[in-house]
T-cell receptor, first 113, second 115 residues
Framework: EAQVTQNPRYLITVTGKKLTVTCSQNMNHEYMSWYRQDPGLGLRQIYYSMNVEVTDKGDVPEGYKVSRKEKRNFPLILESPSPNQTSLYFC????????????FGSGTRLTVV | AQSVSQHNHHVILSEAASLELGCNYSYGGTVNLFWYVQYPGQHLQLLLKYFSGDPLVKGIKGFEAEFIKSKFSFNLRKPSVQWSDTAEYFCAVNALGGGADGLTFGKGTHLIIQP
């Protein structure tokens, strides 16, 4: 089944403890992206990747890192999480940037205390 | 950079009522337009999309949307809603050559259908 898989689904952590949210797609998509969803703000793009080893900042990149060493994986790294990063995170992918809609993962609900 | 505006943050309707959710975008060039739906506790799913051609596009679950270029609008419609349509709806724009690098989403419309 074609899908985008995120892990974990839920995570509670403490301020400053590094964490990684994984994202993997099995559709050979070139383009992958991370969004955070907050009430009243909709979805805001954190980082995106056009292809392997090509990543760039979105609208709200502060406090986040990403890497794209393989086509299928696009992990989101929070080196030192803070409470304002408490949010619902979605990974998404599309075959080629700009030509199609996204396939979204199931989301990761992160709480930083 | 493009922006997307959804006019209504919350909409409450009764079953069988007609639905229209407004979406306007700001970008003068070529756009790809999308509507996504997010059911409670779930991820976003594509309802419909417009790339080119017939400005009236039909999607899943009886939804349709009309692209009106002169109004920079892409409103979502459904003639008769059901209780199961309760969800959050997001309009999104991909401005081709607009300098942004991904979909720009509106802030969403929370739709509640009362039985």
């Amino acid at each position: 089944e074609a899908q985008v898989t995120q892990n974990p689904r839920y995570l509670i952590t403490v301020t400053g403890k590094k964490l990684t949210v994984t994202c993997s797609q099995n559709m050979n998509h070139e383009y992958m992206s991370w969004y955070r969803q907050d009430p009243g703000l909709g979805l805001r793009q954190i980082y995106y990747s056009m292809n392997v080893e090509v990543t760039d900042k979105g609208d709200v990149p502060e406090g986040y890192k990403v890497s794209r060493k393989e086509k299928r994986n696009f992990p989101l790294i929070l080196e030192s999480p803070s409470p304002n990063q408490t949010s619902l995170y979605f990974c998404a992918s599309s075959l080629i940037f700009g030509t199609d809609g996204y396939t979204f993962g199931s989301g990761t609900r992160l709480t930083v205390v | 950079a493009q922006s997307v505006s959804q006019h209504n943050h919350h909409v409450i309707l009764s079953e069988a009522a007609s639905l229209e959710l407004g979406c306007n975008y700001s970008y003068g060039g070529t756009v790809n337009l999308f509507w996504y739906v997010q059911y409670p506790g779930q991820h976003l799913q594509l309802l419909l999309k417009y790339f080119s051609g017939d400005p009236l596009v039909k999607g899943i679950k009886g939804f349709e949307a009309e692209f009106i270029k002169s109004k920079f609008s892409f409103n979502l419609r459904k003639p008769s809603v059901q209780w199961s349509d309760t969800a959050e709806y997001f309009c999104a724009v991909n401005a081709l050559g607009g300098g942004a690098d991904g979909l720009t989403f509106g802030k969403g419309t929370h739709l509640i259908i009362q039985p």
